[in-house]
């Protein structure tokens, strides 16, 4: 069980890391760089390190994604992409 779930965290890390390079949408992005985030955490988990786990989800989906989305959002940004 723990291999399959460790496969799993490890491609929707894979994956969401991918998405936050490729995606044009900030929001998007901010989104699957959260996803990504907690997917390490949960593959923290998987290697027995629940303090790691745990302020990784604190310090950085927590504060950081939170303060990102935030600027976002009043920084505004128009629908299409300027270039």
């Given amino acids: 069980m723990d ?3 460790f496969f799993v965290a490890g491609i929707a890390a894979v994956v969401a ?3 936050t390079v490729f995606l044009r949408n900030p929001f998007y992005a901010v989104l699957s760089l959260v996803v ?3 997917s390490l955490s949960l593959l923290f988990l ?3 390190a629940p303090f790691v ?3 990784q989800v604190m310090v950085y989906v ?3 994604m939170v303060l990102y989305v935030f600027v976002n959002a009043y920084v505004g940004g128009g ?3 300027q270039g």
Avoid: F, M
């Fill in 3 to 5: 291999e399959i779930l």
């Fill in 17 to 19: 890391a991918a998405g």
């Fill in 62 to 64: 927590g504060a950081v």
């Fill in 53 to 55: 786990a745990v302020v």
């Fill in 46 to 48: 998987l290697l027995y």
């Fill in 79 to 81: 629908t299409e992409p």
């Fill in 36 to 38: 990504h985030l907690l």
